[in-house]
């Protein structure tokens, strides 16, 4: 009897709540912060009670301690499940007794600049976002600048990219739909000038690289070659890379570095919510042209 009266207890305490879960779209890492992210978003704007789903690696984030976890239990708790497209359908409705659930798909304003506004959000968000497992030091060299280079190439997991091949007419390449996502060599080339060119030509920069690319070395020594300048260093994983090792330590390098070269990759935009960078160079759109990938324009923010 002492059992079903807890259970009881614990059903009616949670029925007085209007409360935020979420579902996922099947996506990695990225995507699944990106979808929790949101959803606590809409709970801290509204003053929702927030269920969490773990995913994959978020038992290594201090989310997975400090988020009440959501089961079928709570969900029948409610007397109406409202699902999320926008603010507007969680200010529209009044009921008491209600479970918002948001998406990926779900719209928010951008949380990265949001918490640039909202001080309190960005200490919510990146407390959630910080691993719990121990985490590498990232090297700092004496009056260098570090700034983290995210390449993704696929490792396996995504489809292949056409530019890094002879292209075949009727096959389908990840750089062809999401051009931004799997942005050419030449961009971050271009992108790692372009950030020199801004801390001082007098200034080193030591790049880490950050890739799913199997062969992390081969890329470094291409760019270092195209480079052609001996300020600008790598530093990169010499062996056991794919897209699915060193996850959470990839994402807190990329964060704790002064400065962020990102593709459109939600993983490494994730990293901005965890990060204080002061330089962040970004892609904004890209398409294809003569048989290449065409990024432009790209964005800069500089936050002092």
């Known amino acids: 009897m002492r059992y079903i009266f807890l259970l009881l207890f614990f059903c009616s305490s949670i029925r007085c709540e209007r409360a935020i879960t979420y579902e996922f779209n099947g996506g990695r890492f990225g995507d699944c912060l990106s979808t929790y992210c949101k959803a606590k978003w809409f709970a801290y704007k509204h003053k929702l009670k927030l269920f969490y789903k773990p995913f994959t690696y978020s038992d290594q984030l201090t989310m997975h301690n400090i988020e009440s976890v959501y089961g079928d239990p709570i969900a029948q708790s409610f007397d109406k499940i409202v699902k999320v497209k926008n603010e507007a359908d969680i200010i529209n409705n009044k009921d008491k007794h209600v479970l918002f659930v948001s998406n990926f798909y779900s719209q928010t304003p951008g949380l990265y600049e949001y918490g640039i506004q909202d001080v309190q959000f960005a200490q919510e968000i990146k407390k959630a976002l910080t691993p719990t497992i121990p985490m590498p030091t990232i090297e700092k060299p004496h009056d260098s600048i570090i700034a983290a280079v995210h390449i993704r190439k696929g490792g396996g997991f995504d489809q292949p990219l056409a530019s890094e091949q002879i292209y075949k007419k009727n096959e389908q390449y990840a ?82 570095c002064d400065c962020l070269i990102r593709s459109s990759s939600l993983f490494a935009k994730a990293a901005q919510l965890l990060g204080n960078h002061t330089i962040i160079i970004y892609p904004i759109s890209g398409k294809w042209a003569d048989g290449k990938v065409i990024i432009d324009p790209v964005g800069i923010t500089i936050r002092a």
């Open 175 to 256: 750089d062809q739909i999401w051009p931004t996502k799997f942005p050419p060599d030449q961009y971050y080339i271009d992108q790692i000038k372009v950030l020199k060119n801004i801390i001082g030509c007098n200034t080193p920069l030591t790049i880490y690289l950050l890739t799913d690319d199997p062969d992390p070395a081969a890329l470094a020594a291409k760019y270092t070659q195209k480079l052609n300048n001996p300020l600008i260093s790598f530093i990169f994983r010499d062996k056991d890379n794919s897209h699915n090792s060193n996850v959470v330590e990839d994402f807190y390098i990329m964060a704790q």
